[in-house]
């Protein structure tokens, strides 16, 4: 076949369309690529386990097994978190983050005389132990581990049990520091 | 050590706040991080004794006594029971009478705070309170400070308190 084209680049170019043209089939090609296609975007599909790219799987929660909200979500073994168990009506800083535990105060502080006694269930034995929220007073706000919990929390017009007032009665010193939850006993 | 003395220290509050009652027969391990290992158990705590602990103990304290702001119960709430009008007082003054739990648990949690805490300056004949009488009781409101000045009074001229410090509550100054 004669070629069309007269310069040498172009030359080179033609001859070697032509020849691709005529030892490659279009169709043979279109054939593959749409195999490749089709087999690309249905592997995904095939039923093989994929567990790993899932992520961290949701723990089976029992739902909704207490009338608490707050205990169905509870845990008993770390007090430097909000949920903690005890701290279901807790308002203010964790004395355990706070250089005390969920129920002594940090150093330098001392235990309000008075407190506010609610009730939390414990998610482990499904049971209600009262809790007495007592605030450390004494030094300036912790501002660590913040928590709100508010069971049983009453509007501020009924004080004896409302957590947003500072409950530093009658200590040493009316600045209050972090909150502590002591259990007071096991509810009949 | 610490671990110890705080159920030390809580196995005694649950023994004084169930005082009175036999403890159950059987108390549970609390499943706590802190109380896991101390093998600490509680007994349930009785009815009576639960009113008082969510109602009054916050700022009564566990054994009649708190803060020097706050009247003490402990030997002296009994006191009141002997001349009619300190015994309408216990129930008239505000956190009482506007106490959101009904005439038979308030008359009920009157009845163990004063045997437990005072029973021994309880009036010699005294009656326990009924729901009813509460019912009618707490329908009246008082003036707080005036009412005990003038029972106070009245318990020193019949010669019920020995002294007039008796029932006194300290002079506060906040700033």
Known sequence: ?188 | MRQFAAALALALAASIVSAGSPPAASGSNVPDIETRRSGLQLAPMPRTAQLYATNCQGCHGEFGSSAAEIPTLAGRVGYFTRIPEGRRYLVQVPNVALNANSDADIAAVLNWLLATYSRAQLAADFQPYTASEVAELRQARIDVVASRRRIVDALLAAGQIPSADTLALPHIVLY
């Open chain 1, 1 to 188: 076949m004669k070629p069309i084209c007269s310069g040498r680049f172009d030359g080179l170019i033609e001859s070697l369309s032509r020849g691709a043209a005529q030892l490659t089939s279009r169709r043979g090609f279109l054939s593959q690529c749409g195999l490749w296609l089709v087999a690309a975007s249905s592997l995904p599909l095939l039923p093989v386990a994929r567990r790993a790219q899932a992520g961290e799987r949701p723990v089976a929660k029992p739902a909704r097994k207490f009338a608490s909200e707050f205990a169905n979500h509870a845990q008993t073994n770390d007090p430097t978190r909000c949920n903690y168990w005890r701290y279901c009506a807790s308002d203010g800083y964790l004395c355990a983050c706070c250089g005390g535990g969920p129920h002594t105060c940090p150093p330098g502080t001392s235990p309000s005389p008075t407190s506010w006694i609610g009730s939390c269930i414990n998610p482990d034995d499904g049971r209600t132990y009262l809790i007495a929220y007592r605030d450390c007073c004494g030094q300036d706000s912790c501002g660590r581990c913040a928590c709100l919990g508010q069971e049983g929390d009453m509007p501020s017009y009924r004080p004896q049990v409302n957590n947003d007032i500072v409950w530093c009665f009658g200590a040493s010193s009316m600045v209050y520091h972090c909150s502590s939850a002591g259990l007071v006993g096991l509810a009949e």
